[in-house]
């Protein structure tokens, strides 16, 4: 794993929070998830697989990419928090960058 574009990430997912631009928690995620404010969601690995399924299930239905990356903890650190298994990005270019970032990884 590219260690570089991992810090990158947790960095730029940390800007998107200063910006507003992030939601997190399985409840907001979801419900911003089906009033189609999000452009992007990320769930942890550690996520449960129920937690894993709905929000794959959600996403596709919506037509919003959905990705697995990190822990919850490293998720959780990255936007200032406590343990998160779910955020959700509400920014159409930080969602595109993060996506480039992951891809590099």
Do not use: C, P, W
């Amino acid at each position: 794993m590219n260690n570089m574009s991992k810090k990158r990430v947790m960095s730029l997912l940390g800007l998107a929070t200063r910006a507003r631009k992030v939601v997190s928690g399985d409840d907001t995620t979801l419900q911003d998830l089906k009033k189609g404010k999000v452009d992007l969601v990320i769930v942890a690995t550690d996520a449960s697989d129920n937690t894993k399924k709905l929000f794959r299930d959600k996403s596709s239905f919506r037509n919003i990419k959905m990705v697995e990356y990190g822990t919850k903890e490293e998720i959780g650190n990255a936007i200032g928090k406590d343990f998160r298994a779910v955020i959700g990005i509400e920014d159409k270019g930080f969602a595109k960058k993060i996506l480039e970032l992951l891809e590099e990884i």
